[in-house]
């Protein structure tokens, strides 16, 4: 890599102005992501664009002197795909905010990448109309950084990832040149589909700066059940059990660890006795008999207790059990977040393997996820500052990887690659196969300035 001086900065600053950043104190908070074990080095500089121009001089610098650029949203990523590199641009687009238009009659919302996801559900909302992807970082988490992770969500079995509901992207490639992706028609089948090369590409092939995301009419009916098991084996039988019965729009799980983190964080008063938790929610005109159904499964399924709402004030706090799980798990010490999918039925398999490693490493190990597509956290909990629990949390974090392959699973359903998980990834998609993503990113960034080292 060219060695940088102080000219290149010298010119973003000179057309740029305050929006470059240098000071080293400032610089921290733009250093790294939410994935605190993965390594992040000395940014040269911050841009913070507030424009789309601010985005391309930025690119035409660095292009110009080959210093990497690792794009930056709100910094809740959890791969450490965000971190920055020695020397780099952090290219910081959190101040790309604005909700540039939102079109009723074509159910599309077109917004800069900045945008935060649950600001952008809120105003849809007023409009009477539903952004569905929901990541659990919905209210910090930007449109940008959905879009670059392909993030997903509790509702995204029934309603899809951020990828299946994009229809256009704005975004710069390394050399500065802007390019316009996809169509605002229902049906695009003309030529090669970058838009959803770009999603979930984490910042390696161009640098997102505004989409068109697409909209629902929100469903008018909700009815959530909360269902407790005495093990996770049996939860996993219901879960599979519903889908003969009900569409439900989120399923997710908790084991025992983590409903007591839950309990002590939030005094909820969740079964603590339970080996597991399903909250299951259906939604649209049929949504009250389908949370029936899905009762019914949850019985001869052996739950042990299981209430039904069809309150939206008191569903919503059920599911805020789910929302608080992370946080929860992050009072009792310093977490190390596994993202593993598996096919649903090898969930129990994956389960009991979770624990076993827990055991063999003298770990807590709290595993909460998307059953209803087998999208699991396992979040390791251990004293970062005790080199000997860091190194069994790396040792058990290798392990689960190791076993979701095995069982036929994806290193990853909704977190990235980022940094975390690179070196999995031969053995994830194979060594041709990388081999192309790599030419495809040679296409887009021959000069390999955009995040490199990074998801591919």
């Known amino acids: 890599m060219t060695v940088v001086t102080a000219g290149p900065i010298a010119e973003l600053t000179a057309s740029l102005g305050d929006a470059v950043v240098t000071d080293s104190d400032t610089m921290i908070a733009y250093t790294r992501d939410q994935s605190l074990l993965s390594p992040s080095g000395r940014p040269l500089a911050v841009v913070r664009a507030r424009t789309v121009d601010h985005v391309v001089e930025t690119m035409k610098v660095a292009h110009r002197h080959a210093i990497p650029v690792v794009t930056r949203g709100a910094g809740t990523g959890l791969a450490g795909g965000a971190n920055a590199i020695d020397g780099c641009i952090v290219l910081s687009t959190e101040k790309l905010d604005r909700v540039l238009e939102i079109d009723e009659q074509t159910r599309t919302a077109t917004v800069e990448c900045g945008v935060v996801n649950g600001d952008l559900a809120a105003a849809a909302s007023q409009r009477g109309l539903w952004y569905v992807p929901d990541p659990g970082s919905r209210a910090v988490s930007t449109i940008g950084g959905n879009l670059a992770t392909n993030a997903g969500g509790a509702c995204c079995a029934k309603y899809g990832v951020t990828g299946d509901h994009v229809a256009r992207i704005k975004a710069v490639l390394a050399d500065g040149r802007v390019i316009h992706t996809g169509a605002a028609t229902r049906k695009n089948v003309a030529g090669l589909n970058l838009t959803q090369l770009l999603v979930g590409s984490e910042g390696t092939l161009a640098v997102i700066v505004e989409a068109t995301m697409r909209l629902r009419r929100k469903p008018n009916r909700i009815a959530t059940l909360v269902a407790s098991f005495g093990d996770p084996a049996h939860a996993v039988d219901a879960v ?56 019914q499964e949850c019985r001869r399924a052996a739950a042990t207790e299981i209430h039904v709402t069809t309150d939206p004030v008191e569903s919503d706090g059920l599911l805020q059990a789910r929302r608080v799980a992370l946080t929860a798990l992050e009072r009792r010490g310093s977490t190390l977040l596994d993202d593993l999918a598996v096919p649903v039925p090898r969930l129990p398999h994956m389960l009991d393997a979770i624990a076993r490693i827990a055991d063999r490493h003298h770990l807590i190990i709290g595993t909460f996820g998307h059953a209803a597509d087998g999208n699991l956290h396992p979040t390791i909990v251990f004293d970062a500052a005790d080199s000997d629990a860091a190194e069994r949390a790396h040792r058990a974090f290798d392990e689960m990887v190791t076993r979701c392959l095995a069982f036929g699973g994806s290193i990853t359903g909704e977190h990235g690659v980022g940094e975390l998980k690179r070196r999995y990834l031969d053995t994830m998609v194979g060594s041709v196969e990388r081999a192309l993503m790599n030419r495809i990113k040679t296409a887009f960034d021959p000069a390999g300035i955009l995040n490199p080292g990074r998801a591919i």
């Open 240 to 295: 599979i059990a519903l889908q003969a019965v009900a569409d439900p729009s989120l399923v997710e799980l908790m084991d025992q660890t983590t409903i007591t983190a839950v309990n002590d964080m939030t005094r909820m008063g969740l079964d603590e006795t339970a080996g597991a938790l399903l909250l299951i929610q259906c939604d649209g005109d049929t949504a009250a008999a389908e949370a029936d159904r899905c009762a």
